[in-house]
């Protein structure tokens, strides 16, 4: 597992909806078949990197993957929800540290 895999699914996350509604107007059967697999493959992307987060050992560094990576949370929502004293910053931080 990558940063750069992590940081893709929080930006393909925020494509669903596009294609969501995309696929309900289309009236291409090719189309509607390329857009219904290119969610197949954000899905599946999804379920790899929460995999990958389960295993982690550390558990705040797990948290702050599924909430940042995941949940697409901005940083002052992911200090928020580990709590602890945490703020924006030092969860960035804390990322920008993380080695997979």
């Known amino acids: 597992m990558t940063k750069e ?3 893709n699914l929080r930006e393909l996350k925020k494509e ?3 294609w969501q509604e ?3 107007n289309s009236t291409d059967e090719k189309t509607a078949k390329a857009i219904e697999n290119h969610l197949s493959e954000i899905v599946k992307a ?3 990197v929460t995999k990958y987060i389960l295993e982690y050992p550390d558990p705040v560094t797990r948290q702050l993957l599924y ?3 995941v949940k697409g949370l901005k940083w002052d929502a992911v200090a928020y929800r580990i709590g602890g004293g945490n703020t924006a910053d030092s969860v960035r931080k804390m990322y920008e540290r993380f080695k997979p």
Request: with cysteine; hydrophobic share 45%.
């Open 5 to 7: 895999i992590l940081d």
């Open 16 to 18: 669903i909806p596009m």
């Open 22 to 24: 995309a696929l309900k």
């Open 46 to 48: 999804e379920q790899e």
């Open 67 to 69: 909430l940042r990576c």
